[in-house]
């Protein structure tokens, strides 16, 4: 790529992209699902194509001229988008079209084909296509001002995270600290520019590991502080106002649309429906919580009482800094088991193989390594997905598993090219045949040269978690683009990925993958039986840390528009809903790129919780069909769940894979909760 080009492609894709639009809007024919909605699923090709290159470079390459590239081009990107949903011609086809299916039922389409036009004509209106003009003018500058905004809010956390790093020069202050995490963060060291012998970088794979380990109190402070105070120290990074801006614009766009907020808006076309029913089942939860953190903290006070007693000093009370390093020792004390005993079986590369041998065993999907195809970094593997059963191809499979300057933290899947064509006896033959290529992402911290990089449970988790997203875009078999792989609502795009989490911990996985990197055995029954156990440990921390996060953004955005104060809010409205002191939220607001960088998951943060009350129901399925490598069971979950996408609504989806609709009290049992 030469990325001094992405400007001017971007400006003939758009124009290319407009004039194909053009061309449908004002035909001389009249309107059918043919020349309109299948035409519109083909159009802007060159367009797509390009946003996928520059999004591979935003959230993976974010250095030299991308940031300013990435403020230019978003802002044309929101005005094409408003331009297609707001052209008055091209909406009174669809809903000519939408009318003789669906009120004067004159045009019979197949089921696949009628809800494309159905959830192509609700977006249409969803997005102001009914608006005055003078009204489309008005949300097209709101979208396009919130284009820009999205932008600099994630440059902001980008820069903070590259800029706060702990720097550690003195061996004694990295006193329980595992070796592995030790030459781990000798490398960021190195790589951040060698101001000491050992970082901290500001993610939350550098992070975990040392507040999980480290005694040094004081240094557990400093990380913490760094980490949880991104874009919150008042600098030219903070992004405080850029929040009170973007909550402002959207509760005036909800507004011009017709919705009491913006969350309304937002969960109009989710499972949830309505910002009610979310918070029914966060409040649900949330009072089981905030009880078992009360009982951790109970245990880890105690335990501290005792130490600092032992050792003659003033007792400490528990704070966010300390939660992980004493939930460790009560850990150790209940069940007799220190993660950092299982970190050494948990080899990056081992659990690679481990996630894509469970998509053998379930799916007969395999994983075979490319080395001719480009890729953006060295650190990129390709895969080639192919049917066990005849050897065809399934599509491809780009793995990009470290942390490096210019990627975005966290963990992500993306669709580098949605599945489509499957012959479902569609109403048009003429989708063309495209196979999916899935890419997954993730910021584990790289280990010395020749040694393997060893990962804690829970970024073992988070590395499954997303091979479930993968799983479902490389499953995806239906027809039409818009319907593929991981196009769903957001409160059920999470369950495929979320159920796969299920595989890490079973017996079939560990014993085979989870093996010692220096001796190569596998892990001892006895330590298997330990994780088992304590399966449910910190279930408080883990649920009120998340569900936090959640219902304050259900909270903000149903709000009218004002002058928030965005440091107020968060405190007030944590200490309203009896937030714990020894916690904080797991993405404070100043930073928490899901509700602030995009639309995507505001007002939607919430669908994890949902989707996990169907993915505890869906393994409790597993559970009592005696395996979670049942073959049946495992066949219903593809069959129903992983290649549909968005072809049939998600509750009948759900229903058609468990026989019935879901038992949310699963949720609580599976964390422990339902006692």
Known sequence: MRVDEFSAAFDAAIEQAEKEIDEIANQSAPPTFENTVLAMETAGEALHRIEVLFDVHAGNLNLGPIPDLE???????????????????????????????????TVTLDDDAKRLLDETFKNFVRRGARLSPEDKSKLSQI???????????????????????????????????????????????????????????NTRSSMDPFLTNADDRELREEVWRNYYFRSDNNDQYDNKGIIREILNLRAARAKLLGYPTH?????????????????????????????????????????????MEAAGKPKIKIEPWDYRYYAEKVRAEKYDLDMA???????????????????????????????NLPIFHPDVTVYEVVQKSDGSHVGLFYLDPFAREGKRSGAW?????????????????DVPVRTPIVSNNSNFVPAADGKPVLISWDDATTLFHEFGHALHGLSSRVHYPSQSGTNVARDFVEFPSQVLEHWLSTPEVLTRYATHYETGEPMPKELLDKIEASSKFNSGFETVEYLACAILDMQLHQLQAGDIEVSEFEKSALAEIGMPDELPMRHRLPHFSHLFSSDAYSA?????????????????????????????????????????????????????????????EALLRKRGFAE
């Open 143 to 201: 979208n396009t001002r919130l284009a820009r905004l999205f932008t600099d809010f994630n440059q902001n956390v980008l820069e903070e995270e590259k800029g706060h790093v702990t720097w550690i020069d003195d061996e004694s202050r990295l006193s329980g600290v595992p070796q592995s995490t030790r030459d781990a963060m000798a490398v960021a060291a190195e790589e951040k520019g060698g101001k000491a012998k050992w970082a901290v970088t």
């Open 413 to 429: 899947m993306m669709d580098y090219r949605g599945q489509s064509g499957w012959d479902l006896d569609p109403a048009s033959a």
């Open 71 to 105: 403020r230019s081009i978003t802002p044309k990107l929101a005005a094409y988008s408003d331009s297609v949903t707001q052209d008055a011609e091209l909406f009174a086809r669809i809903e000519a079209v939408h009318d003789d299916v669906f009120e004067k039922k």
């Open 604 to 664: 939607g943060y919430y669908s994890y919780l949902w989707s996990d009350a169907l993915t505890a129901d869906a393994a409790e399925m597993f559970v009592e069909a005696g395996s979670f490598f049942d073959e049946e069971t495992a066949a219903k979950l593809f069959d129903h769940i992983l290649s549909v996408g968005d072809t049939i609504d998600p509750v009948e989806t759900y229903r058609n894979f468990r026989g019935r609709d879901v038992d949310t």
């Open 341 to 371: 005993e299982v970190r050494p079986y948990l080899q990056l590369d081992r659990l690679v193989e481990a996630m894509m041998w469970c998509a053998d065993e379930l799916f007969g999907f395999q994983f075979q390594p490319v080395g």
């Open 263 to 307: 969350a309304h808006w937002r969960m109009e076309s989710t499972m949830a429906g309505t910002p009610d029913r979310a918070m029914e089942l966060m409040m649900k939860v949330w009072p089981h919580a905030v009880q078992r953190v009360a009982t951790e903290v109970a245990d880890m006070q105690a335990i501290a009482d005792a130490e």
